[in-house]
């Protein structure tokens, strides 16, 4: 057989995909980052139509081209709240406008074999989006964001996927010096925000994009 890991996956994704249709998600299957972007643009949005769209921090939408493709055209109205010529205090303002946006587009932190969404932001913009304000809102997953259930998803959050994002973002935080989650008390600790979102409401108001590859954080 070509590509058994692709083929693996791609029968876990399927499993993760029923399970996500059952609690109310829209879900979508890409083979790779370039087709999610596609089917972004090809399906999603001109299915839903949206006038304002916006985003929050996610690898996977800045790697998928979506972001400057958003940005710089002219068929949606883009509010950047990535826009590096602003002071930290216009970004914060952009963040809460982002919240009533037609088309949000995010990524996830985790996505149990259950179906449920599972994040850990440092404001809460985007865990907020997820949870109430935009019409709409698309996740774009990575295979590689897959867990068995609720308790892997947070010990993946807190040990991996924290510690990594503090990296990136250079925050003086310890874990940046451990590799795992210390709890701190730091100004910069980025662990604020949980949220668990066990289905969609109302029903496809979050459509969910699997990505048959390993994609973000």
Same mark, same amino acid.
Request: proline share 4%.
């Given at each position: 057989?070509? =590509?058994?890991?692709?083929?693996? *996956?791609?029968?876990?994704?399927?499993?993760? #995909?029923?399970? !996500?249709? &059952?609690?109310?998600?829209? @879900?979508?299957?890409? %083979?790779? !980052?370039?087709?999610?972007?596609?089917?972004?643009?090809?399906?999603? $949005?001109?299915?839903?139509?949206?006038?304002? @769209?916006?985003?929050?921090?996610?690898?996977?939408?800045?790697?998928? +081209? $979506?972001?400057?493709? $958003? &940005?710089? +055209?002219?068929?949606?109205?883009?509010? %950047?709240?990535? %826009? #590096?010529?602003?002071?930290?205090?216009?970004?914060?303002?952009?963040?809460?406008?982002? $919240?009533?946006?037609?088309?949000?587009?995010? +990524?996830?932190?985790?996505?149990?074999?259950?179906?449920?969404?599972?994040?850990?932001?440092?404001?809460?913009? &985007?865990?907020?989006?997820?949870?109430?304000?935009?019409?709409? @809102?698309? @996740?774009?997953?990575?295979?590689?964001?897959?867990?068995?259930?609720?308790?892997?998803?947070?010990?993946?959050?807190?040990?991996?996927?924290?510690?990594?994002?503090?990296?990136?973002? %250079?925050?003086?935080?310890?874990?940046?010096?451990?590799?795992?989650?210390?709890?701190?008390?730091?100004?910069?600790?980025?662990?604020?925000?949980?949220?668990?979102?066990? =289905?969609? *409401?109302?029903?496809?108001?979050?459509?969910?994009?699997?990505?048959?590859?390993?994609?973000?954080?």
């Amino acid at each position: 057989m070509d =590509k058994p890991i692709d083929n693996y *996956f791609r029968l876990n994704l399927r499993t993760v #995909k029923e399970a !996500l249709a &059952r609690n109310g998600f829209d @879900v979508h299957m890409a %083979d790779s !980052l370039e087709d999610a972007r596609r089917v972004a643009l090809e399906e999603i $949005l001109p299915a839903l139509e949206p006038k304002t @769209v916006s985003w929050g921090g996610s690898v996977t939408f800045s790697s998928s +081209g $979506l972001y400057e493709t $958003l &940005r710089d +055209g002219d068929q949606y109205e883009a509010l %950047d709240t990535w %826009d #590096k010529s602003l002071s930290n205090e216009e970004k914060y303002e952009r963040r809460r406008q982002a $919240l009533l946006v037609d088309c949000f587009f995010c +990524g996830t932190n985790a996505v149990t074999e259950e179906g449920h969404l599972v994040n850990l932001d440092m404001y809460g913009n &985007r865990t907020g989006a997820i949870t109430f304000g935009p019409k709409n @809102v698309v @996740v774009l997953v990575g295979r590689n964001k897959i867990v068995p259930d609720l308790e892997r998803a947070m010990e993946r959050i807190k040990q991996y996927v924290a510690p990594v994002n503090t990296m990136r973002l %250079d925050m003086k935080t310890p874990c940046v010096k451990t590799g795992y989650c210390m709890d701190c008390d730091s100004p910069q600790r980025i662990c604020n925000v949980w949220t668990i979102t066990e =289905k969609s *409401f109302p029903k496809g108001r979050i459509q969910v994009v699997l990505i048959n590859a390993d994609e973000g954080f």
